[in-house]
């Protein structure tokens, strides 16, 4: 990706707001990578703070943030206290000239979830959702272009039936068409909310053209608890981690729940053609694999797939870390490890073909884990307090979805209370003094 080569949409952002960053933003063809509540371009991320008021671009090159605001002379105020109830669409309240600035509004009108950015335009399935007829779904996706002027591309709603609720998990662009996973659940009676019955839910990949806004059902997946994550689009398929559970029980308590959903939840990295809708297994190893003994991790680097492979009892300690080079379609690297459940550091993500980021779910710590030595190296800042920090300590909350880009990104909450966000890189993390960065500001 050329450095040099500037979205218009960022640099006419930066020219407003005066200033230069050393970073530019995702090209075109190049999509952005959604992570929890960060979406990553190519030398910074958008994200929105806690209380979702603005929109932000940070470019962590320069350490310089920036409301995603193209208006001239904006005050980039929230908005807050707007009744969103007094537009009757979306494109009325983003092109409205009295409302606050766009990044009020695309923070306001739509979920970070449900947006991506490409070829300078901005794609978004709003949250709020004007009324739709009774037994019907309206799921509208929009682009906002550089100026501003918000139109409707599409109405997904035709693609689910009026007794089911359609909500945005994850959404990425390419060559021309978005690519979105949906959660579908059905609407409960108030008998069947009452009871203690576990219903399935569905999760589909929609593909729809950014230009006609025509749509298909690339794959579809049931089950009582489904959960999807993309890890991009490489060669033309579209890579995944799906994990699924059936079987469940009603539990007495929601530890119980959760305990029975972990039981019994299935991993499979899978890949979908995004041409001909062919399903894709890049590792027969890598499919249906059960959570019961310890966590399963993936993630790209490089357009490497880095898994591990967990044994399945305590009494088999050999592990396995495979990569899988997804443009050449082949096994790079494979190697038995060692996995001793006695340190509780759980993998986190690859820093090199041998180190990764492990994480300690009973102290909140974090570590450096070279798997071929075993040896494991304390990293020295607080990592989750699992009791809640009580009001004394600052800690962090890091999730393993935010581990798929460099730099990695996680919540730093305070011991008053308030939660930043802050970033530290891979290059600090295998350096003498690593540091943690704070991006949002208190």
Same mark, same amino acid.
């Given at each position: 990706?050329?450095?040099?080569?500037?979205?218009?949409?960022?640099?006419?952002?930066?020219?407003?707001?005066?200033?230069?960053?050393?970073?530019?933003?995702? %090209?075109?063809? =190049?999509?952005?990578? =959604?992570?929890?509540?960060?979406?990553?371009?190519?030398?910074?991320?958008?994200?929105?703070?806690?209380?979702? =008021?603005?929109?932000?671009?940070?470019?962590?090159?320069?350490?310089?943030?920036?409301?995603?605001? @193209?208006?001239?002379?904006?005050?980039?105020?929230?908005?807050?206290?707007?009744?969103?109830?007094?537009y009757e669409t979306v494109p009325e309240l983003m092109n409205d000239k009295q409302s606050s600035c766009y990044a009020a509004k695309f923070?306001?009108?739509?979920?970070?979830?449900?947006?991506?950015?490409? *070829?300078?335009?901005?794609?978004?399935?709003?949250? &709020?959702?004007?009324?739709?007829?009774?037994?019907?779904? @309206?799921?509208?996706?929009? #682009?906002?272009?550089? *100026?501003?002027?918000?139109?409707?591309? @599409?109405?997904?709603?035709?693609?689910?039936?009026?007794?089911?609720?359609?909500?945005?998990?994850?959404?990425?662009?390419?060559?021309?068409?978005?690519?979105? +996973?949906? /959660?579908?659940? /059905?609407?409960?009676?108030?008998?069947?909310?009452?009871?203690?019955?576990?219903?399935?839910?569905?999760?589909?990949?929609?593909?729809?053209?950014?230009?006609?806004?025509?749509?298909?059902?690339?794959?579809?997946?049931?089950?009582?608890?489904?959960?999807?994550?993309?890890?991009?689009?490489?060669?033309?398929?579209? !890579?995944?981690?799906?994990?699924?559970?059936?079987?469940?029980?009603?539990?007495?308590? %929601?530890?119980? !729940?959760?305990?029975?959903?972990?039981?019994?939840? /299935?991993?499979?990295?899978?890949?979908?053609?995004?041409?001909?809708?062919?399903?894709?297994?890049?590792? %027969? /190893?890598?499919?249906?694999?059960?959570?019961?003994?310890?966590?399963?991790?993936?993630?790209?680097?490089?357009?490497?797939?880095?898994?591990?492979?967990?044994?399945?009892?305590?009494?088999?300690?050999?592990?396995?870390?495979?990569?899988?080079?997804?443009?050449?379609?082949?096994?790079?690297?494979?190697?038995?490890?060692?996995?001793?459940?006695?340190?509780?550091? &759980?993998?986190?993500?690859?820093?090199?073909?041998?180190?990764?980021?492990?994480? $300690?779910?009973? @102290?909140?710590?974090? +570590?450096?884990? $070279?798997?071929?030595?075993g040896e494991i190296i304390p990293l020295p800042f607080p990592g989750a307090c699992s009791d809640g920090n009580d009001g004394q300590t600052?800690? !962090?909350?890091?999730?393993?979805?935010?581990?798929?880009?460099?730099?990695? #990104?996680?919540?730093?909450?305070?011991?008053?209370?308030?939660?930043?966000?802050?970033?530290?890189?891979?290059?600090?993390?295998?350096?003498?003094?690593?540091?943690?960065?704070?991006?949002i500001g208190r």
């Amino acid at each position: 990706m050329n450095r040099k080569k500037i979205g218009l949409w960022l640099l006419v952002l930066v020219m407003l707001c005066g200033i230069m960053p050393g970073a530019g933003a995702e %090209q075109p063809g =190049s999509p952005a990578i =959604s992570a929890g509540d960060v979406k990553y371009l190519q030398d910074g991320f958008l994200y929105e703070p806690g209380d979702r =008021s603005l929109v932000y671009y940070y470019d962590y090159g320069s350490g310089l943030r920036m409301p995603l605001c @193209t208006r001239p002379n904006c005050d980039h105020q929230p908005l807050i206290g707007v009744d969103l109830f007094t537009y009757e669409t979306v494109p009325e309240l983003m092109n409205d000239k009295q409302s606050s600035c766009y990044a009020a509004k695309f923070a306001f009108a739509s979920d970070l979830y449900g947006y991506t950015l490409y *070829d300078n335009k901005l794609y978004f399935f709003p949250s &709020f959702c004007p009324g739709a007829e009774p037994g019907t779904n @309206t799921v509208p996706l929009y #682009v906002s272009e550089v *100026d501003g002027e918000t139109r409707l591309i @599409t109405d997904l709603g035709y693609l689910f039936p009026g007794n089911v609720e359609p909500e945005v998990m994850e959404t990425t662009a390419y060559d021309g068409y978005l690519y979105t +996973a949906f /959660r579908v659940r /059905r609407i409960l009676s108030p008998e069947e909310a009452e009871s203690e019955e576990v219903f399935p839910e569905e999760i589909q990949l929609i593909k729809c053209s950014m230009v006609t806004g025509e749509s298909s059902v690339l794959e579809s997946f049931c089950a009582q608890s489904c959960e999807l994550d993309f890890f991009g689009l490489f060669d033309g398929i579209l !890579y995944f981690k799906l994990s699924t559970a059936d079987g469940m029980a009603p539990g007495q308590t %929601q530890l119980d !729940y959760m305990r029975d959903i972990r039981s019994k939840t /299935r991993y499979s990295v899978l890949g979908i053609n995004v041409k001909t809708g062919e399903r894709v297994i890049p590792d %027969q /190893r890598l499919c249906d694999r059960n959570l019961n003994h310890g966590e399963c991790f993936d993630i790209v680097k490089d357009e490497i797939l880095y898994s591990i492979v967990l044994p399945e009892s305590e009494e088999d300690p050999a592990a396995l870390f495979l990569g899988y080079n997804l443009e050449t379609h082949e096994n790079v690297l494979e190697y038995t490890f060692m996995y001793d459940y006695g340190t509780d550091f &759980f993998p986190y993500r690859v820093l090199t073909d041998e180190i990764m980021l492990a994480f $300690n779910y009973e @102290t909140g710590t974090f +570590a450096l884990r $070279n798997l071929k030595s075993g040896e494991i190296i304390p990293l020295p800042f607080p990592g989750a307090c699992s009791d809640g920090n009580d009001g004394q300590t600052d800690w !962090y909350d890091m999730f393993v979805k935010y581990f798929q880009t460099n730099p990695l #990104v996680f919540d730093h909450c305070y011991s008053d209370g308030t939660v930043d966000k802050a970033y530290i890189s891979a290059e600090e993390l295998l350096g003498d003094d690593p540091q943690v960065h704070d991006f949002i500001g208190r």
